[in-house]
């Protein structure tokens, strides 16, 4: 299964922040919203990085009064990032080895959408539970043959 097949099933609304917003208004976001991550876009519309919760909690953790910084400070500014004929089982493998849970998708310099672990976690399960249907038929099959 590739990650375009992922995109189909989720918004194509692509929720974000510029480098300039305060973490308080990120945080705020992320929490309408019921999200985990943000996008940062630069004044051009080019992806500038990616704000967690886990980058939030960091950096509350060294400086409690860090809610009135930029997102600048705070965000993930080397994003991995994947594309859309990315392969779901590679994804999944790379996003638990490197420890993170969302993943922009690019489609050469277009930011087209984002992923997240649980995306992934359910597409494969959508996809375990089709073949075991399957199965599943083709055995209730062979046996109404017979």
């Not at 630069?42 to 953790?61: P, Q, Y």
């Not at 009135?68 to 638990?96: A, E």
């Amino acid at each position: 299964m590739k990650i375009r097949t992922v995109l189909t099933t989720k918004s194509a609304q692509i929720l974000s922040v510029r480098p300039e917003n305060s973490i308080s208004e990120a945080i705020a976001m992320l929490a309408q919203y019921n999200i985990g991550a943000v996008i940062v876009l630069d004044e051009a519309g080019k992806l500038a990085g990616i704000l967690s919760e886990r980058d939030v909690m960091r950096a509350i953790a060294n400086d409690a009064n860090v809610l009135n910084q930029p997102v600048s400070g705070v965000m993930t500014s080397k994003v991995i990032t994947g594309q859309p004929q990315d392969d779901l089982q590679s994804v999944m493998i790379t996003m638990t080895e490197r420890r993170f849970r969302h993943l922009p998708i690019m489609d050469d310099d277009t930011l087209i959408g984002i992923i997240s672990i649980g995306d992934v976690v359910k597409a494969q399960m959508d996809d375990y539970q089709g073949k075991i249907d399957t199965l599943h038929i083709q055995m209730t099959e062979g046996e109404v043959a017979e």
